[in-house]
């Protein structure tokens, strides 16, 4: 039987180095040609330079008419009419007018035009209340867009506007980072499948499909390595079996004290172990790999641990992976509606629901921030950062906190 460690071989890094080692090696994947319109939640990997000016000729900004500004306040004689879509080549003398609705190419000649609220036509003749600047509700061009304007910069994440733009500009394929292949592995003999029901002390595997859900949202693309056996031989094998095929691997559980915890030894006979303590809570024994250019983290068993480790430490890396310039979630400063007590010997990343209340972010917390009570994750849209010390904040107090994920409607 092998003897139990009594301390940890590995240092214990802060939140901000450990956070900076990743990081270091978090360089985007590269890029790949694809479908523009279709793209949401992909990061582009170039700027988007606007190809033509919108509107590419004037146009018509409201229903009206369209006439010369220099005939003043004269009736003018109604020469036609012109809608959206028709012809751009039209012209208009002096002393005309031609009704045009909004969005009509505006003909040659017109300078301004008038919305028909402030005009009456009678027998072919318009009649206008007040006189006109040249350019008046006239849409010009490059006035939405102008040629040559960066429209979009390399590492937006595109969302429902962006795919807008694209659209407008005729712009169908772009250059998309690539997303990350996630492969998440489970450990430990007593981790059976969910729909499995097994007495005596079995758990069932939360975090495998917890922590693929969150790669998803992560923009990345998970794939199951299945759970393995406490055993080196088979964890290496699927360790080896991950990194064949993805980009990331996530472990969970292996990296505590115990004789069973297999995790760290095996990633430094493969690779590169940058740190396996972080000085957080809940996940001090997180763990950071590089294997041939790949990145492993091994995650902690307890769920908790699990999904906030990955928040904090996993989640920025898959954002920068995919090239997203902003690859860290917002941090904020929020008011506790209670008292929060921290932790006596590390910082500690407590879950709360923050809701915007009178002008100010309120934090409430989830209840007992146990690692092992998946249930401090429910309804979580923040997390509390809270220095380690002996004193409690009291209700009122301000502290940081990070945002990941929008904040809920009173209502
Ligand atoms: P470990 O870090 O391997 O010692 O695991 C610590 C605890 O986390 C275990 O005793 C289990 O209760 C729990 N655990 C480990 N793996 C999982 C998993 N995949 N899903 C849910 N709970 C787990
Ligand atoms: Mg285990």
């Known amino acids: 039987m092998a003897d139990m460690l009594r301390e940890s071989p590995y240092p214990m890094v802060s939140i901000a180095d450990a956070t900076a080692m990743i990081m270091a090696h978090a360089q985007p994947l590269g890029s790949e040609e694809i479908d523009a319109l279709t793209a949401l939640g992909?990061?582009?990997?170039?700027?988007?330079?606007?190809?033509?000016?919108?509107?590419?000729?004037?146009?018509?900004?409201?229903?009206?008419?369209?006439?010369?500004?220099?005939?003043?306040?004269?009736?003018?004689?109604?020469?036609?009419?012109?809608?959206?879509?028709?012809?751009?080549?039209?012209?208009?003398?002096?002393?005309?007018?031609?009704?045009?609705?909004?969005?009509?190419?505006?003909?040659?000649?017109?300078?301004?035009?008038?919305?028909?609220?402030?005009?009456?036509e009678r027998d072919g003749m318009l009649f206008i209340q007040r006189e006109l600047q040249p350019g008046d509700y006239v849409h010009t061009v490059g006035q939405d867009v102008a040629r040559g304007q960066i429209a979009l910069t390399a590492g937006t994440t595109l969302g429902a506007a962006e795919i807008g733009i694209l659209a407008t500009l005729g712009i169908t394929r772009i250059l998309a980072y690539r997303r990350p292949r996630v492969a998440v592995l489970a450990t430990g003999d007593e981790v059976v499948e969910p729909s499995e029901t097994r007495p005596g002390g079995a758990v069932r595997d939360s975090n495998r499909y917890a922590l693929m859900a969150a790669v998803r949202e992560a923009g990345g693309e998970p794939i199951s390595l299945g759970i393995a056996r406490d055993d080196a031989a088979v964890q290496r094998q699927a360790i080896l079996r991950g990194l064949e095929q993805a980009d990331v691997l996530i472990t969970s559980g292996g990296v505590s004290m115990g004789t069973r915890d297999l995790i760290k030894p095996l990633l430094a006979e493969l690779g590169t172990v940058h740190f396996g303590r972080i000085a957080f809570k809940p996940g001090k024994p997180t763990t950071f790999a590089t294997v041939g250019g790949k990145l492993v983290f091994g995650l902690p068993g307890f769920p908790v641990s699990s999904l906030v480790s990955f928040e904090v430490f996993v989640r920025p890396a898959l954002r920068a992976l995919q090239g997203d310039a902003t690859p860290f979630r917002p941090r904020v400063a929020v008011t506790l509606a209670e008292p929060i007590r921290p932790s006596p010997d590390r910082p500690e990343y407590q879950r709360i629901i923050v809701t915007y209340r009178e002008g100010r972010l309120v934090a409430v917390s989830t209840g007992s921030q146990s690692s092992s009570r998946i249930l401090s994750l429910r309804g979580a849209n923040g997390l509390l950062l809270v220095p380690a010390g002996e004193t409690v904040y009291p209700a009122g107090s301000t502290l940081p906190a990070l945002l990941t994920g929008p904040l809920l409607s009173e209502g």
């Open 42 to 120: 992909r990061v582009l990997a170039t700027d988007i330079v606007a190809p033509e000016d919108i509107p590419d000729v004037p146009k018509a900004a409201m229903d009206g008419y369209a006439l010369r500004a220099g005939d003043g306040l004269a009736p003018r004689r109604v020469v036609g009419e012109l809608t959206a879509g028709g012809a751009t080549t039209v012209a208009l003398g002096p002393g005309e007018a031609t009704r045009i609705m909004t969005g009509a190419p505006m003909p040659c000649g017109a300078d301004a035009m008038i919305p028909v609220e402030m005009t009456e």
